[in-house]
């Protein structure tokens, strides 16, 4: 597993858009990424679904859903500000 720089060992992820509405985030060397699916109501508005890539057997470990989960909300809860800005 690759790892960012400067993150504590956090894995190294790929992003792209497809402007304006289609985000997919994958992380290397793993099997594991989301699809940001952005409804836009007005240019100061969105709905965000976050649909996660896992192996099947992801779902079966209660604990890894709820902490990825928890970092996928903390995730965002940081960007926000910067978003509004």
Same mark, same amino acid.
């Given at each position: 597993?690759?790892?960012n720089?400067g993150?504590g060992? @956090?894995? @190294?992820? =790929? !992003?792209?858009? !497809? %402007?304006?509405?289609l985000l997919i985030a994958? %992380?290397?060397g793993?099997?594991?990424?989301s699809?940001?699916e952005?409804?836009?109501?007005?240019? #100061?508005?969105?709905?965000?679904? =976050?649909?996660?890539f896992?192996?099947?057997? %992801?779902?079966e470990?209660?604990d890894? !859903?709820?902490?990825?989960?928890?970092?996928?909300t903390k !995730?965002?809860?940081e #960007? =926000?500000?910067?978003?509004e800005a």
């Amino acid at each position: 597993m690759l790892e960012n720089p400067g993150t504590g060992g @956090a894995p @190294a992820f =790929i !992003v792209t858009q !497809v %402007f304006p509405s289609l985000l997919i985030a994958l %992380f290397e060397g793993q099997s594991s990424g989301s699809w940001y699916e952005m409804q836009i109501d007005r240019h #100061d508005h969105i709905h965000l679904r =976050i649909h996660a890539f896992t192996p099947p057997e %992801f779902k079966e470990n209660p604990d890894a !859903v709820a902490a990825s989960i928890e970092a996928v909300t903390k !995730v965002h809860l940081e #960007d =926000i500000p910067a978003c509004e800005a």
